[in-house]
């Protein structure tokens, strides 16, 4: 499992939390009588098999029908695997839109992500940055300062688009546009996630080549910006200027399952 990989990381911040977590799930291993923690072997083993559970999921999700229990289902694989990376067991429920409401979506260019509340804050974000390491970005630390606009989990639509949608915008235009299409501005927890899951189905990340502005998060007031490395890195940004634009940066949005 995963758990193990966790550990020695956990170990190395020196964050007295981390390393009660650390302690924790040394516990858990040993009570299920797991190989070794210095069994390198076995453990790059495991982390291949996970792997290949994930190349598996994303072969079946792209060959079947997008059912509400398909893209449940896909869901909840990649979140056990990626939450076993920071010690999490999360839930994934079933998902909120119907086969046709789905189609529809995709027909639309948006898709379905899930995120969970363990990891929908601010706050919380750090435990994204666990999850992804390669991220390497400051908004992903503990005690970030890039603030969210809400703490909400759940489904979400979003733009499945690599390059940004909605480009040449400046900010009040994409928040007229979004408010138009009864959307909100999309979270950086959110980006993450989605980009996530992005580079699994299409081997990149959003927005290697353009910039999004995300109306749903700010630093010190300002709506931020975020891109993604093709080696995985996260850059975020707020510094753009509300009135600024070109042909290179856009903006992201996420919607819920309208009553």
């Known amino acids: 499992m995963l758990e193990r990989l966790a550990i020695p990381a956990l170990k190395g911040t020196g964050n007295a939390e981390d390393a009660g977590l650390a302690e924790a799930l040394t516990k858990r291993v040993k009570e299920r009588g797991d190989f070794p923690l210095s069994d390198g072997a076995s453990v790059i083993k495991a982390e291949k098999s996970q792997l290949g559970l994930l190349e ?35 839930t994934v429920p ?45 908004s992903v630390k503990r005690d970030n300062p890039v603030t969210s606009e809400s703490n909400q989990g759940g489904w979400f639509d979003i733009e499945a688009n690599l390059d940004s949608p909605n480009r040449n915008t400046k900010e009040k235009d994409l928040k007229n546009l979004l408010k138009k299409q009864g959307k909100s501005g999309q ?25 999004s502005r995300l109306l749903g998060s700010r630093h010190g007031g300002h709506v931020v910006g975020a ?20 042909s290179s940066w856009g903006g992201r949005s996420e919607g819920v399952k309208k009553a």
């Open 56 to 90: 598996q999921t994303v072969k079946e999700f792209k060959e079947k029908p997008h059912t509400p229990e398909m893209v449940t289902s896909y869901w909840q694989t990649l979140w056990q695997v990626w939450g076993e990376k920071a010690g999490l067991s999360l």
């Open 94 to 138: 079933l998902c909120d839109r119907t086969t046709e409401e789905i189609s529809q979506l995709e027909k639309e260019g948006r898709k379905l992500v899930y995120v969970p509340t363990e990891v929908a804050s601010q706050e919380n974000r750090h435990l994204l940055g666990r999850i992804f390491p390669e991220m390497q970005s400051y």
């Open 187 to 211: 979270r950086l927890n959110t980006f993450i996630i989605a980009s996530q899951d992005a580079k699994l189905q299409t081997s990149h990340y959003f927005d290697e080549e353009t910039w």
């Open 227 to 246: 891109d993604f490395g093709v080696s995985g890195g996260l850059g975020v940004d707020w510094d753009l200027g509300p009135r600024r634009h070109n």
